[in-house]
């Protein structure tokens, strides 16, 4: 029989107690030899990684230099391809489990590590950790993105996104959307949903913490290939988003869905125009009476600037009043100096007031609102986007 090979650990454990029961286990507990090395820092621990490539990281998440899951995404960034096993206590196994949903492999209440079985559960997390590189591999997408900005607040562009992206993703795509909001998000409330954790949770990090594990950990199932990242939910988890957090993101997410629909703030910022320029088509949301026209109008020509590509802007129009009839879509096109999509007929409300997960485009498809909102989706993903006839 073939004897395993030496498994190569290192831990990050600032507490000598612990860190010399983990040496005793491991010494003592018998089976194929491992060699351990302890540091007591993070600091120790990222130069040890970029020293040698150790098979497994033993890591206890509250160092001297760093706590909390700040530890873990560091770790992971440094150590993309390696087990990475965290520490923690009784008090904190919601943050240990937080860590294993952003791709830690395993983790150990530090009381329960008395047993001769912690070498073998290292090796099945070195296992866990290879054969999800694997398949990792094999699931890569290249998804294209899609960024819909407001022409003022207010006018609906939430609630289009939500339903464009259940709408394509009742197509057979796989879809994320994501809510770049550096304050209050509405997703949640448009999906009375109360989600496990949002897009703070990846904006407190540098931009090389956003990992695929990261990003997945943080989206929320809604069925049917359609999932999504929503924006913050108290006021203390408020972060500005940076450029390089917004293109770390979109790297990310489209490495995981074939659609990617990002609902941006209706001011430009730096990061906004990082998400609009790495866009396949960029869509303008505006209200249909004169001011919707007026700010339309307005951010139009910026709006341009950063596509600078030709076709790659377009309008849709929403009719939150039954029966208007200011300006059809010919002159709108005309005086905005783009395609329009479509023109969503009222019904969004329905959203707002319903108990329901499940956006109005798949509870009531039949609705003139699901109905024009399919049809912008198909516009949409048609290839080059297709737009209403003049």
Known sequence: MQQESELSVLLIEDEPDAARLIQHVLTKGGGAPVALEWVGDLRSGIERLAERSFQAVLLDLNLPDSSGFETFACVRQKAPDRAVIVLTGHEDEDLALQAVRAGADEYLIKSDIRDRFLAQRIRYAVERSRLKRQGSEKAVKSGKIFSFIGAKGGVGTTTLVVNLAAALAKGGKTVIAIELMPEYGSFATLLNHTPSWDISTLLRGAPETISREAVASCLEEFGGGFRALCGPQRPEDYHPVSTEQARALLGVARALADYILVDVPSIFAPSIEEVIQHSSFTTLVVERNRIGLHAAKAKMPALQAIVARPGAVGAVLINKTPFIEFLTPPEFSKRLGCGILGVVPPAADLQAGS????????????????????????RLSSGPARFLAA
């Open 355 to 378: 108990e329901s997960q499940v956006p109005p485009v798949l509870s009531h498809p039949d609705m003139p609102f699901s109905q024009t909102i399919q049809d912008v989706a198909r």
